[in-house]
Protein backbone atom coordinates (compact mmCIF):
# COMPACT_ATOMS: atom_id res chain seq x y z
CA UNK A 1 0.00 0.00 0.00
CA UNK A 2 1.57 3.44 -1.11
CA UNK A 3 1.25 5.53 2.24
CA UNK A 4 -1.16 8.84 2.20
CA UNK A 5 -2.83 7.46 -0.64
CA UNK A 6 -6.47 7.96 0.34
CA UNK A 7 -9.65 9.47 0.11
CA UNK A 8 -10.53 12.52 2.59
CA UNK A 9 -13.02 11.62 4.77
CA UNK A 10 -15.96 13.93 5.31
CA UNK A 11 -17.05 14.24 9.16
CA UNK A 12 -17.61 16.05 12.00
CA UNK A 13 -15.46 17.68 14.72
CA UNK A 14 -15.53 20.68 17.26
CA UNK A 15 -12.57 20.98 19.50
CA UNK A 16 -13.23 22.74 22.66
CA UNK A 17 -10.67 23.75 24.83
CA UNK A 18 -11.52 25.09 28.79
CA UNK A 19 -9.26 26.34 31.08
CA UNK A 20 -9.62 25.20 34.99
CA UNK A 21 -11.20 27.03 37.60
CA UNK A 22 -8.11 27.28 39.39
CA UNK A 23 -6.10 29.31 36.61
CA UNK A 24 -9.69 31.39 35.50
CA UNK A 25 -8.04 34.80 36.71
CA UNK A 26 -4.24 34.26 36.39
CA UNK A 27 -4.23 36.09 33.12
CA UNK A 28 -5.61 39.39 34.55
CA UNK A 29 -3.45 43.03 34.59
CA UNK A 30 -3.15 46.71 33.43
CA UNK A 31 -2.08 45.61 29.57
CA UNK A 32 -4.38 45.84 26.28
CA UNK A 33 -3.99 45.57 22.98
CA UNK A 34 -5.47 47.36 20.04
CA UNK A 35 -5.17 46.16 16.30
CA UNK A 36 -6.80 45.47 13.70
CA UNK A 37 -8.34 42.37 11.80
CA UNK A 38 -7.93 42.37 7.60
CA UNK A 39 -7.35 41.07 4.35
CA UNK A 40 -4.34 41.08 1.91
CA UNK A 41 -5.80 44.22 0.49
CA UNK A 42 -6.49 46.20 3.57
CA UNK A 43 -10.02 45.34 4.42
CA UNK A 44 -11.00 44.68 8.29
CA UNK A 45 -13.00 41.32 8.54
CA UNK A 46 -16.03 42.40 10.51
CA UNK A 47 -17.25 40.21 13.37
CA UNK A 48 -14.44 38.14 12.97
CA UNK A 49 -13.28 36.71 16.57
CA UNK A 50 -9.92 37.63 18.54
CA UNK A 51 -8.47 35.18 21.18
CA UNK A 52 -5.85 36.39 23.65
CA UNK A 53 -3.95 33.14 25.30
CA UNK A 54 -1.13 34.21 27.93
CA UNK A 55 1.59 32.09 27.04
CA UNK A 56 2.83 31.57 30.68
CA UNK A 57 -0.57 30.18 32.01
CA UNK A 58 -2.35 29.03 28.67
CA UNK A 59 -5.42 30.94 29.33
CA UNK A 60 -6.59 34.14 28.70
CA UNK A 61 -10.51 36.45 28.86
CA UNK A 62 -13.25 35.20 26.75
CA UNK A 63 -12.45 36.03 22.37
CA UNK A 64 -13.66 39.36 21.42
CA UNK A 65 -15.50 40.70 18.27
CA UNK A 66 -13.63 42.81 15.98
CA UNK A 67 -15.56 46.04 14.99
CA UNK A 68 -17.17 46.72 11.28
CA UNK A 69 -13.78 48.27 10.22
CA UNK A 70 -11.71 45.19 11.65
CA UNK A 71 -10.58 47.23 14.39
CA UNK A 72 -10.70 45.46 18.22
CA UNK A 73 -9.18 45.57 21.58
CA UNK A 74 -8.75 43.42 23.76
CA UNK A 75 -8.30 44.46 27.98
CA UNK A 76 -7.28 43.75 31.04
CA UNK A 77 -3.86 41.89 30.30
CA UNK A 78 -0.97 40.66 32.42
CA UNK A 79 2.09 41.85 30.64
CA UNK A 80 4.11 39.64 29.23
CA UNK A 81 4.24 37.44 25.88
CA UNK A 82 0.52 36.71 24.44
CA UNK A 83 -0.79 34.78 21.58
CA UNK A 84 -3.53 36.57 19.55
CA UNK A 85 -5.57 34.22 16.93
CA UNK A 86 -8.15 35.86 14.80
CA UNK A 87 -10.45 33.87 13.11
CA UNK A 88 -12.83 34.93 10.14
CA UNK A 89 -14.21 31.46 9.00
CA UNK A 90 -17.70 33.39 8.51
CA UNK A 91 -16.24 35.07 5.69
CA UNK A 92 -14.92 31.82 4.44
CA UNK A 93 -11.08 33.21 5.62
CA UNK A 94 -9.00 31.26 7.41
CA UNK A 95 -7.22 31.67 11.44
CA UNK A 96 -3.88 33.57 11.80
CA UNK A 97 -1.54 33.55 14.73
CA UNK A 98 0.29 36.81 16.16
CA UNK A 99 2.66 36.52 19.24
CA UNK A 100 2.52 40.03 20.95
CA UNK A 101 4.52 41.35 23.85
CA UNK A 102 1.97 43.41 25.84
CA UNK A 103 3.45 46.04 28.34
CA UNK A 104 1.84 47.83 31.44
CA UNK A 105 0.78 50.53 28.65
CA UNK A 106 1.10 51.76 25.32
CA UNK A 107 1.61 48.02 23.98
CA UNK A 108 1.99 48.76 19.73
CA UNK A 109 -1.17 48.24 18.19
CA UNK A 110 -1.39 45.02 15.57
CA UNK A 111 -2.40 44.27 12.60
CA UNK A 112 -3.35 40.43 11.71
CA UNK A 113 -3.91 39.44 8.10
CA UNK A 114 -6.00 36.74 7.56
CA UNK A 115 -5.63 34.64 4.28
CA UNK A 116 -8.94 33.57 2.19
CA UNK A 117 -9.82 30.22 3.14
CA UNK A 118 -8.89 28.68 -0.69
CA UNK A 119 -5.39 30.15 -0.26
CA UNK A 120 -4.83 28.41 2.40
CA UNK A 121 -6.11 25.24 1.33
CA UNK A 122 -3.69 25.63 -1.58
CA UNK A 123 -0.74 26.27 0.15
CA UNK A 124 -1.04 23.81 2.64
CA UNK A 125 -1.41 21.30 -0.25
CA UNK A 126 1.45 23.05 -2.39
CA UNK A 127 3.51 22.58 0.71
CA UNK A 128 2.49 18.83 1.69
CA UNK A 129 3.59 18.03 -2.45
CA UNK A 130 6.52 19.43 -1.62
CA UNK A 131 7.13 17.57 1.88
CA UNK A 132 7.21 20.64 3.61
CA UNK A 133 4.99 19.05 6.55
CA UNK A 134 5.34 21.74 9.13
CA UNK A 135 4.50 24.65 6.97
CA UNK A 136 1.84 22.37 5.39
CA UNK A 137 0.30 21.14 9.09
CA UNK A 138 0.24 25.16 9.71
CA UNK A 139 -1.93 25.73 7.12
CA UNK A 140 -4.51 22.75 7.22
CA UNK A 141 -4.49 24.03 11.73
CA UNK A 142 -5.50 27.54 10.50
CA UNK A 143 -8.48 26.39 7.85
CA UNK A 144 -9.40 23.82 11.12
CA UNK A 145 -9.82 26.71 13.69
CA UNK A 146 -11.43 28.62 11.20
CA UNK A 147 -13.78 26.31 9.89
CA UNK A 148 -14.45 23.15 12.60
CA UNK A 149 -16.87 21.56 10.58
CA UNK A 150 -14.90 21.02 7.32
CA UNK A 151 -13.10 17.87 9.33
CA UNK A 152 -11.42 15.98 6.40
CA UNK A 153 -8.63 18.55 7.58
CA UNK A 154 -7.98 16.46 10.17
CA UNK A 155 -6.84 13.73 7.67
CA UNK A 156 -4.88 16.14 5.94
CA UNK A 157 -2.61 17.17 9.13
CA UNK A 158 -2.34 13.52 10.18
CA UNK A 159 -0.70 13.27 6.74
CA UNK A 160 1.95 15.61 7.71
CA UNK A 161 2.70 14.40 10.79
CA UNK A 162 3.09 10.61 8.95
CA UNK A 163 5.75 12.82 6.16
CA UNK A 164 7.90 13.10 9.83
CA UNK A 165 7.46 9.69 10.83
CA UNK A 166 5.01 10.68 14.23
CA UNK A 167 2.66 8.36 13.73
CA UNK A 168 1.12 8.43 17.48
CA UNK A 169 0.37 12.31 16.38
CA UNK A 170 -0.83 10.94 13.15
CA UNK A 171 -3.23 8.59 14.56
CA UNK A 172 -4.79 11.02 17.28
CA UNK A 173 -6.14 12.98 14.54
CA UNK A 174 -6.96 9.73 12.61
CA UNK A 175 -8.90 8.96 15.88
CA UNK A 176 -11.02 11.76 16.24
CA UNK A 177 -12.09 11.13 12.68
CA UNK A 178 -13.16 7.41 13.21
CA UNK A 179 -14.65 8.63 16.11
CA UNK A 180 -17.10 10.75 14.21
CA UNK A 181 -17.95 9.05 11.17
CA UNK A 182 -21.25 10.03 10.73
CA UNK A 183 -24.25 7.42 9.45
CA UNK A 184 -24.24 7.26 5.91
CA UNK A 185 -20.36 8.24 5.60
CA UNK A 186 -18.78 6.96 2.14
CA UNK A 187 -17.55 3.17 2.83
CA UNK A 188 -15.15 3.05 1.01
CA UNK A 189 -13.54 5.98 2.00
CA UNK A 190 -14.31 4.64 5.46
CA UNK A 191 -12.25 1.56 4.89
CA UNK A 192 -9.18 3.56 3.39
CA UNK A 193 -9.07 5.88 6.63
CA UNK A 194 -8.90 2.79 8.88
CA UNK A 195 -6.28 1.48 6.78
CA UNK A 196 -4.04 4.17 7.03
CA UNK A 197 -4.65 3.68 10.89
CA UNK A 198 -3.41 0.16 10.30
CA UNK A 199 -0.50 1.59 8.43
CA UNK A 200 0.73 4.13 10.89
CA UNK A 201 -0.57 1.13 14.20
CA UNK A 202 2.15 -0.78 12.59
CA UNK A 203 4.71 1.80 12.09
CA UNK A 204 4.93 2.67 15.75
CA UNK A 205 4.81 0.02 16.22
CA UNK A 206 1.54 -0.53 18.69
CA UNK A 207 0.47 -4.18 17.19
CA UNK A 208 -2.57 -4.66 19.87
CA UNK A 209 -3.80 -1.07 18.29
CA UNK A 210 -2.98 -2.28 14.77
CA UNK A 211 -5.38 -5.15 15.27
CA UNK A 212 -8.06 -3.42 16.80
CA UNK A 213 -8.05 -1.25 13.69
CA UNK A 214 -8.38 -4.59 11.43
CA UNK A 215 -11.38 -5.97 13.95
CA UNK A 216 -13.18 -2.99 13.23
CA UNK A 217 -13.45 -3.67 9.27
CA UNK A 218 -16.96 -5.04 8.46
CA UNK A 219 -16.82 -8.25 5.91
CA UNK A 220 -17.73 -5.53 3.59
CA UNK A 221 -14.74 -3.87 4.04
CA UNK A 222 -12.58 -6.52 3.83
CA UNK A 223 -12.11 -6.86 -0.01
CA UNK A 224 -9.31 -8.21 -2.21
CA UNK A 225 -7.82 -3.88 -2.29
CA UNK A 226 -7.64 -4.39 1.27
CA UNK A 227 -6.27 -7.65 1.49
CA UNK A 228 -3.69 -6.44 -0.79
CA UNK A 229 -3.41 -3.24 1.77
CA UNK A 230 -2.64 -5.28 4.26
CA UNK A 231 -0.42 -7.39 2.93
CA UNK A 232 1.81 -4.66 2.05
CA UNK A 233 1.78 -3.64 5.94
CA UNK A 234 3.02 -7.00 6.24
CA UNK A 235 5.69 -7.21 3.70
CA UNK A 236 6.83 -3.23 3.93
CA UNK A 237 6.70 -2.74 7.55
CA UNK A 238 6.44 -6.02 9.23
CA UNK A 239 8.42 -7.88 8.02
CA UNK A 240 10.42 -5.43 5.98
CA UNK A 241 11.70 -2.43 8.58
CA UNK A 242 10.84 -4.40 11.51
CA UNK A 243 11.48 -8.14 10.56
CA UNK A 244 8.97 -8.83 13.00
CA UNK A 245 7.96 -12.31 11.65
CA UNK A 246 5.84 -13.58 14.18
CA UNK A 247 3.27 -10.61 13.90
CA UNK A 248 3.71 -11.07 9.63
CA UNK A 249 2.50 -14.13 10.42
CA UNK A 250 -0.14 -13.24 12.82
CA UNK A 251 -1.55 -10.28 10.23
CA UNK A 252 -1.62 -12.48 7.03
CA UNK A 253 -3.41 -15.42 8.96
CA UNK A 254 -6.32 -13.14 9.02
CA UNK A 255 -5.87 -11.86 5.81
CA UNK A 256 -5.60 -15.34 4.53
CA UNK A 257 -8.60 -16.25 6.42
CA UNK A 258 -10.71 -13.45 4.74
CA UNK A 259 -9.41 -13.74 1.26
CA UNK A 260 -7.93 -17.02 0.94
CA UNK A 261 -7.35 -16.77 -2.85
CA UNK A 262 -4.74 -13.56 -2.55
CA UNK A 263 -1.01 -15.12 -3.43
CA UNK A 264 0.79 -12.56 -2.15
CA UNK A 265 -0.21 -13.20 1.14
CA UNK A 266 0.60 -16.90 0.84
CA UNK A 267 4.16 -15.53 -0.35
CA UNK A 268 4.58 -13.18 2.54
CA UNK A 269 3.81 -15.23 4.89
CA UNK A 270 6.21 -18.34 3.56
CA UNK A 271 8.89 -16.07 4.00
CA UNK A 272 8.18 -15.25 6.99
CA UNK A 273 8.02 -18.78 7.65
CA UNK A 274 11.04 -19.29 6.25
CA UNK A 275 13.05 -16.80 8.80
CA UNK A 276 11.41 -18.22 11.75
CA UNK A 277 12.76 -21.49 10.64
CA UNK A 278 9.60 -23.35 10.31
CA UNK A 279 9.89 -25.41 6.72
CA UNK A 280 7.20 -27.19 6.64
CA UNK A 281 4.95 -24.27 6.75
CA UNK A 282 7.28 -22.15 4.44
CA UNK A 283 6.88 -24.82 2.07
CA UNK A 284 3.03 -24.87 2.35
CA UNK A 285 2.58 -21.39 1.81
CA UNK A 286 5.40 -20.86 -1.01
CA UNK A 287 3.88 -23.95 -2.95
CA UNK A 288 0.21 -22.26 -2.69
CA UNK A 289 1.40 -18.54 -3.92
CA UNK A 290 3.09 -20.55 -7.01
CA UNK A 291 -0.56 -21.94 -7.40
CA UNK A 292 -2.41 -19.32 -7.30
CA UNK A 293 -0.43 -16.49 -9.22
CA UNK A 294 -1.39 -16.48 -12.81
CA UNK A 295 1.81 -14.99 -14.21
CA UNK A 296 5.53 -15.20 -13.54
CA UNK A 297 5.80 -12.27 -11.21
CA UNK A 298 8.69 -11.34 -9.25
CA UNK A 299 7.63 -12.77 -5.78
CA UNK A 300 6.84 -16.39 -7.97
CA UNK A 301 10.50 -16.96 -9.00
CA UNK A 302 11.36 -16.06 -5.64
CA UNK A 303 9.20 -18.55 -4.13
CA UNK A 304 10.31 -21.38 -6.59
CA UNK A 305 13.78 -20.68 -6.27
CA UNK A 306 13.55 -21.37 -2.25
CA UNK A 307 11.39 -24.25 -2.80
CA UNK A 308 14.41 -25.66 -5.12
CA UNK A 309 16.63 -24.75 -2.13
CA UNK A 310 14.15 -26.78 0.50
CA UNK A 311 14.17 -29.79 -2.20
CA UNK A 312 17.67 -30.20 -3.75
CA UNK A 313 17.69 -32.52 -6.41
CA UNK A 314 13.75 -32.72 -6.87
Known amino acids: MTRHAFRWTVLLLVIV ?36 IYTATGTGPDAVKVKGNGEFE ?70 LIAMPQNVPLNQYIATTYEGE ?40 PDYPRMYGYIESLSDAEFSDATATAL ?27 KVPTNALAYYYRGMAYVQLENDEQAKADLEKCVELSPTETAQVRQAKTVLEQMNPGS
Do not use: C
Not at 27 to 34: N, P
Not at 127 to 143: H, I, S, T, V
Not at 232 to 257: F, P, R
Open 17 to 52: ALPTLAAAQDYKGKGRIKGKVVNAEGQGLKDSMVTA
Open 231 to 257: VSVAGNTLSGSQKNYDETVKLLDIVVD
Open 74 to 143: VKDLMPGTWTLTANAGHLNYGAEFAEVEILERDTPEIEIVIQPAQTLLQEGTTKLQAKNFGEARLAFQKL
Open 165 to 204: GNFGKALEHLDILLSALPAGADPNAVRQLKLQAVDDAASL
